[in-house]
């Protein structure tokens, strides 16, 4: 039943039937959200590289 939906999604959309499985399984994972909103995203690099490393120092234990 899956194969065959794959072999139909592929055949429709003229993609291999990999193609299709590995699209499915970036929407399952969520990994193409992530692709959407770094494609969206409006920082530069170096925004982002001390957005990134803000996020680190607050969520770090302190040191005693």
Do not use: Y
């Not at 959407?36 to 590289?49: C, G, K, Q």
């Amino acid at each position: 039943e899956v194969l065959r939906a794959v072999k139909v999604r592929a055949s429709r959309s003229g993609k291999g039937d990999s193609e299709v499985i590995e699209d499915a399984l970036r929407r399952d994972l969520g990994l193409d959200l992530l692709e959407r909103l770094w494609d969206r995203s409006r920082l530069t690099d170096a925004e982002a590289v001390a957005l990134a490393v803000e996020a680190q120092h607050a969520t770090r234990p302190r040191q005693p």
